[in-house]
């Protein structure tokens, strides 16, 4: 991103990279000014000093905000010190921890012109997808000084694996780290942290991290310094009381609408919605994987949508799968992704105008986290969530969480869509069968609504 072309006050300080203390080095303010990045975003203004000068983190911070660079170039720049004489093959000196494997490839990617400005240093990506035997044999053969990756493959790798030399790693960064703390990871978490030294740096970032914070004593900070970076919510409608406006969770471009009608409505309007902002590129989130295969057929053998890119995306696919959905839709200028949470935190999908939440999501968290792939550093973004009638309490719900929506209105004369849809079924089993799977699955999740109160 060229910080030229951006605004700086919507999403920049007016601090330089050239003006932190401690300074940065020549070859990373090089590389920064050649990816254009010239001044800080203010998450990165206040936590890049702060790790460069030893210093644990926890960063709290809108999503778009910025946070990888945040992290990647103290990263690089405490390797650089501690990387006076060059690391042993298997001596591990970082490690980046992110829940997804499209997160921790993004990030991978992102770090790979600061950590060529440091001679001898490799790192690796570690994610699900690729037999775990083949990472073993590259880092026998190559060697690894910072891991990138997910919390299961670092796991596996680190059990598996005896050469690796994790005695003198000097930062831990745990990415999403909400999410990395719950249920699911929790073994794999503890297990990685077991296995390293006490004395490192260690930094949590999120969108979201009131459930982290009573865990950072199991990441083993050390009086971290807490970094909350708030977007001022500049103009909505006067019925918004003051204290909203004070500071919101979601980016400060971004404008969030509801819409409330009823299930037989729903895909009518769904339709409606995508037909009006066809030149742009949407993301519509389901509930389940089953949700995002039945919506993948029924919606290209619509009238009203012949021409549209549809692309699925959702965790069950195979990697090389999901690689190639989320490729495509980032070179796209305009089109629709379908699909599952498995998209909703942290990517940085380039020019994502408008995003659809077809199903609110289980886990209210994951909520600023969907909405946060519009908007972000700055840009102007809009995001709308379907509501049944009886869901209502959930619009006063996200406003108490500093999350206010405003009303969209339902449509009623919209084309119908549901006779389409069900002679689509009618005539082809695939599709027949696809949408019993998808309406068992999300009546199953639906139950495990993390609200049960709203949505029950």
Request: proline content about 5%; some cysteine.
């Given at each position: 991103m060229d910080s030229n072309t951006q605004n700086p006050g919507s999403a920049l300080t007016d601090t330089r990279f050239s003006d932190l203390k401690p300074p940065l080095s020549e070859p990373v303010l090089e590389a920064l000014s050649q990816a254009g990045f010239k001044f800080c975003t203010p998450v990165q203004a206040a936590t890049i000093p702060l790790l460069c000068s030893f210093k644990d983190v926890a960063v709290d911070a809108a999503t778009g905000s910025g946070k990888t660079l945040a992290f990647l170039i103290p990263i690089v720049e405490i390797l650089r010190r501690s990387s006076s004489s060059p690391p042993k093959r298997h001596q591990v000196m970082g490690i980046i921890i992110s829940p997804t494997r499209e997160l921790s490839s993004q990030i991978y990617n992102v770090a790979q012109p600061f950590i060529s400005t440091l001679p001898n240093v490799k790192s690796m990506l570690l994610v699900g997808g690729v037999e775990v035997k083949a990472d073993v044999k590259k880092i026998e053969e190559e060697g690894a000084n910072l891991l990138i990756g997910t919390p299961g493959r670092l796991y596996d790798i680190m059990d598996r694996m005896d050469v690796l030399d994790f005695r003198n790693l000097e930062i831990l960064i745990l990415d999403e780290a909400d999410r990395l703390l719950d249920m699911g990871f929790q073994k794999q978490i503890n297990y990685i942290i077991s296995r390293l030294p006490k004395l490192r740096r260690t930094g949590l970032f999120s969108a979201t991290q009131t459930e982290a914070v009573e865990e950072l004593s199991k990441a083993g900070l050390r009086n971290p310094v807490r970094v909350e970076v708030r977007a001022e919510t500049k103009s909505l409608s006067n019925s918004v009381s003051s204290e909203q406006l004070a500071s919101s969770k979601t980016p400060s471009g971004l404008h969030l609408e509801y819409l409330e009608c009823e299930a037989d409505k729903k895909a009518s309007q769904l339709v409606d919605l995508l037909v009006k902002t066809k030149s742009k590129k949407v993301i519509v989130y389901f509930m389940t994987c089953a949700c995002v295969d039945y919506w993948g057929v029924v919606l290209p053998c619509l009238n009203a949508l012949k021409g549209f890119s549809l692309i699925a995306l959702h965790g069950k696919m195979k990697q090389t799968a999901r690689e190639k959905a989320l490729a495509s839709f980032t070179s796209l200028s305009s089109g629709i992704l379908l699909?599952?949470?498995?998209?909703?935190r942290g990517l940085d999908i380039p020019g994502v105008d408008c995003i659809v939440q077809y199903d609110p999501p289980q886990d209210p968290n994951v909520f600023v986290h969907r909405v946060g792939r519009t908007a972000r550093l700055g840009r102007q973004g809009s995001a709308i969530v379907f509501l049944f009638p009886k869901e209502e309490a959930y619009?006063?719900?996200?406003?108490?969480?500093?999350?206010?929506?405003?009303?969209?209105?339902?449509?009623?004369?919209?084309?119908?869509?549901?006779?389409?849809?069900?002679?689509?079924?009618l005539k082809d089993r695939d599709v027949m069968e696809k949408g019993l799977r998808a309406f068992v699955s999300f009546i199953r999740a639906y139950k495990e609504h993390h609200c049960s109160y709203i949505f029950s």
């Amino acid at each position: 991103m060229d910080s030229n072309t951006q605004n700086p006050g919507s999403a920049l300080t007016d601090t330089r990279f050239s003006d932190l203390k401690p300074p940065l080095s020549e070859p990373v303010l090089e590389a920064l000014s050649q990816a254009g990045f010239k001044f800080c975003t203010p998450v990165q203004a206040a936590t890049i000093p702060l790790l460069c000068s030893f210093k644990d983190v926890a960063v709290d911070a809108a999503t778009g905000s910025g946070k990888t660079l945040a992290f990647l170039i103290p990263i690089v720049e405490i390797l650089r010190r501690s990387s006076s004489s060059p690391p042993k093959r298997h001596q591990v000196m970082g490690i980046i921890i992110s829940p997804t494997r499209e997160l921790s490839s993004q990030i991978y990617n992102v770090a790979q012109p600061f950590i060529s400005t440091l001679p001898n240093v490799k790192s690796m990506l570690l994610v699900g997808g690729v037999e775990v035997k083949a990472d073993v044999k590259k880092i026998e053969e190559e060697g690894a000084n910072l891991l990138i990756g997910t919390p299961g493959r670092l796991y596996d790798i680190m059990d598996r694996m005896d050469v690796l030399d994790f005695r003198n790693l000097e930062i831990l960064i745990l990415d999403e780290a909400d999410r990395l703390l719950d249920m699911g990871f929790q073994k794999q978490i503890n297990y990685i942290i077991s296995r390293l030294p006490k004395l490192r740096r260690t930094g949590l970032f999120s969108a979201t991290q009131t459930e982290a914070v009573e865990e950072l004593s199991k990441a083993g900070l050390r009086n971290p310094v807490r970094v909350e970076v708030r977007a001022e919510t500049k103009s909505l409608s006067n019925s918004v009381s003051s204290e909203q406006l004070a500071s919101s969770k979601t980016p400060s471009g971004l404008h969030l609408e509801y819409l409330e009608c009823e299930a037989d409505k729903k895909a009518s309007q769904l339709v409606d919605l995508l037909v009006k902002t066809k030149s742009k590129k949407v993301i519509v989130y389901f509930m389940t994987c089953a949700c995002v295969d039945y919506w993948g057929v029924v919606l290209p053998c619509l009238n009203a949508l012949k021409g549209f890119s549809l692309i699925a995306l959702h965790g069950k696919m195979k990697q090389t799968a999901r690689e190639k959905a989320l490729a495509s839709f980032t070179s796209l200028s305009s089109g629709i992704l379908l699909c599952t949470d498995v998209a909703a935190r942290g990517l940085d999908i380039p020019g994502v105008d408008c995003i659809v939440q077809y199903d609110p999501p289980q886990d209210p968290n994951v909520f600023v986290h969907r909405v946060g792939r519009t908007a972000r550093l700055g840009r102007q973004g809009s995001a709308i969530v379907f509501l049944f009638p009886k869901e209502e309490a959930y619009i006063e719900f996200l406003r108490i969480r500093r999350v206010p929506l405003q009303e969209r209105k339902c449509i009623d004369d919209v084309a119908d869509v549901v006779p389409q849809i069900r002679s689509a079924a009618l005539k082809d089993r695939d599709v027949m069968e696809k949408g019993l799977r998808a309406f068992v699955s999300f009546i199953r999740a639906y139950k495990e609504h993390h609200c049960s109160y709203i949505f029950s």
